[in-house]
């Protein structure tokens, strides 16, 4: 089962900062969080990752409490394009298969 | 990074028979991956292929109905047997690129309608 708990759907106004979170609370010390989105009929692409320490790119930053029981994805300026559905992974890095496992998502639909 | 292909993007196949779905990655990688996404839910991962041994499937995948290959680091089939409507699926090929902390990449599918 998936580690994660996401809402379901979110909406966001265009040129608007999108706030995604999600709870992981039974996160274990060596596991990460990512974050992937789906936009329809495409496979998905990886967003950002991070362990603790609040992590940007080019695409979004990563908010991670201190605790590391949650965590939130930003989109500061949401397009049209951003639509999608938003997934949140913990996943062990090292010594692991890599895989990852998929919950359901919050499927963020962005507004003119 | 890492592009990889999926053929064929899609197909309409009559139950009972047999489709193969490759995949090709631009670059070597270490570890492949198959999952599977049902129309409207989220994703399921099917199994690991293993480069040059059996491939390892998650619990309620079984070799049988989903034999995997991968003879080397950069290719990977997916076979789904004897299909029947309820295998009407988006089957998505992914890989990850080097060791540790990585990031995972995807193909773009293989949308697969069963008759």
């Known amino acids: 089962d998936a580690k994660t708990t996401q809402p379901t759907s979110m909406d966001c106004a265009e040129g608007r900062a999108a706030n995604l979170p999600c709870n992981h609370s039974?996160?274990?010390?060596?596991?990460?969080v990512y974050w992937y989105r789906q936009i329809h009929s495409q496979g998905p692409q990886y967003i950002i990752h991070?362990?603790?320490n609040n992590e940007t790119n080019e695409m979004a930053s990563l908010i991670i409490t201190e605790d590391r029981k949650s965590s939130t994805l930003i989109l500061p300026h949401a397009t049209l394009r951003d639509t999608a559905v938003y997934y949140c992974?913990?996943?062990?890095?090292?010594?692991?298969?890599?895989?990852?496992?998929f919950g359901q998502g919050t499927t963020l639909q962005v507004k003119p | 990074s890492a592009v990889i292909s999926q053929k064929p993007s899609r197909d309409i196949c009559q139950r009972g028979t047999s489709l193969t779905i490759q995949c090709q990655v631009d670059?070597?990688?270490?570890?492949m991956f198959w999952y599977r996404q049902q129309p409207g839910q989220s994703l399921t991962l099917i199994a690991t292929?293993?480069?040059?041994?059996?491939?390892?499937?998650e619990s309620g995948f079984v070799i049988d109905k989903f034999p995997i290959s991968r003879p080397n680091l950069t290719f990977s089939t997916l076979t789904v047997s004897n299909m029947s409507p309820e295998d009407s699926s988006i089957y998505l090929c992914?890989?990850?690129?080097?060791?540790?902390?990585?990031?995972?990449?995807f193909g773009q599918g293989t949308r697969l309608t069963v008759v």
């Open positions: 992914s890989a990850v690129v080097g060791a540790g902390n990585t990031e995972a990449f």
């Open positions: 992974i913990v996943r062990v890095a090292y010594g692991n298969t890599g895989k990852l496992i």
């Open positions: 991070g362990l603790k």
């Open positions: 292929a293993n480069q040059g041994s059996e491939a390892t499937y």
């Open positions: 670059s070597q990688v270490t570890m």
């Open positions: 039974t996160i274990s010390g060596n596991e990460y």
